[in-house]
């Protein structure tokens, strides 16, 4: 069924209310609203909720000589406190400020890791305990070290005196009523919903009046409501936040049943919706598909999140309210965007990456999106989010969305997409064994006067995986192409592991390190071979490869393409 959304909202309105909320915030961090956050200091911590994100205690053995790696970078104090450091990455920057490295200490489990845990908390309560501003109290900074305080505080109290169990339960609790204050200001998305499990947390684990609780456990379930799609997916159409939410609301569930408090409908039926969707994204050798921000996913913290999925069975193949589909047959998966671009609110991340789709066989990816490097360099990320970093099509190397990069609203919006496709049709056409979909949009139209259409059917045995991009003309409309013409351009992007050749009849092998390879064909047209760049490598963008179909859709409308397994 076609799915519809109306134009984007003006960019001025969405600067307005940008600037509205700004104010509000700063108002609530200044002199007037700061006697707010004083009260009544929690006499002690009743329970440490679990964490289940990985640690490492080699980076506690790190931290301890004043080396930080946080961020994909790497930092050194030389004695200085980390805190008062000038760090041009924000990422970085916003890590060491939400102590979940905290995991790590705790994992090394000895007392010089406790003691340098202490210390460390000690030195951020000394330079930014007095005064709520910068970096280090942003909400979403502060959620996060909520939390991090909260799950860690076993190690972070362990033998301390009582000037510091004192300090560090009241700088907690002024933190959280901070965050109660500053919660609904907080950007729309993941950042919001986090602010809110941090408020359920803290109402579990400290002393609290029951309308505290009843207060957080309200508004995480709004929020829930809100974000978490009927399919389990996010609504910002981005399948990394679904680990990362996971690993926060895992251990929420945990943390309600180990304080016997019945947690909330709408985070039982979350968790029971996101963690199918988890596994509907996950190619078969661990990793994450990456469409709309996602990058990479180490294979052990999707493990350790599907640990806790009971469901088991084969994921879904279908995720109309998220907009993608997956085909699966034998050792083959297909994932494939088939979805409207997220809402403004959350599209800061998004990808104009409509139809593009990634193929695994085995342990190993073949056609993958260029992902993203979430460290690396800034001017990497529109290059990333480009529709040809895509395994799609263009029309005239156009996006089939468009995003707002201006430097004077980058700071106060960042880079939201503030047009792309109003209208995307998929509908599954599965026959027997083989499966199937037909997706179209209209990203297009406006510019160029063409519809996108593409196919794609796996075989049942997964063996042959059989495509047709269409470059479709309305009934009744015109071309618009103007002075550039109607260069069609269709991408697949190889992973960086794939080699490349060319056989006896110039068909392209497609040959991983090991196991089998596959062929790809195209009868109509010679398949080129460009150089490409993959953004999601474990060591930052890559080098690698894709294979170009180029055409005009006036003289060839359609373009027929395939896949074969070599057995």
Partial sequence: MPVERGHAPHLWVLLGRELWRRLRRRLRTGPVYRWRYSGRTPERVLIAPPDL??????????????RFPFAGHVVESSGRSPFSMNVSSRAWVETLHGFGWLRHMQAAGTELAAANARALVSDWISVHGSRISGPAWEPSVTARRIISWLQHSSIVLQGAELPFYRSFLKLLAVQIRYLRTMAP???????RLRARIALAFAALSLPAPPSALRAATRNLALELDRQILPDGGHISRNPAQLLELLADLLPLRETYANQAEAPPNELIGAIERMLPALRFFRHREGSLARFNGAGLTPHDRVAAILHHDDTGGAPLLHAPHSGYERLSAGATTVIADTGLPPPWEVSRNAHAGCLSFEMSSGRHQFVVNAGVDDFGPE?????ARATAAHSTATINDASSCRFEFSPRLQALLGTPLISGPRHVNAVRNDRGNQQGFIASHDGYLPRFGLYHERELALSADGNVLDGADRFLQPEGGQRRF??????????FHLHPDIDLYRDAENRL???????????????ALEANVEETLFFAGLAGATRSRQIVLACHAAEMPEIRWRFTRLR
Wanted: glycine share 12%; hydrophobic share 30%.
């Fill in 53 to 66: 994100r990985l640690a490492d205690p080699q980076i506690a053995t790190e931290i301890y000589h004043g």
């Fill in 185 to 191: 200001e907080t950007n729309e998305g993941e950042e």
């Fill in 379 to 383: 001017e990497f990320r529109p290059l």
């Fill in 482 to 491: 103007g002075g550039h013409g109607d260069l069609v351009t269709v991408r």
């Fill in 509 to 523: 092998m497609l040959k991983p390190p090991s196991g089998e390879a596959w062929l790809f064909d195209c009868p």
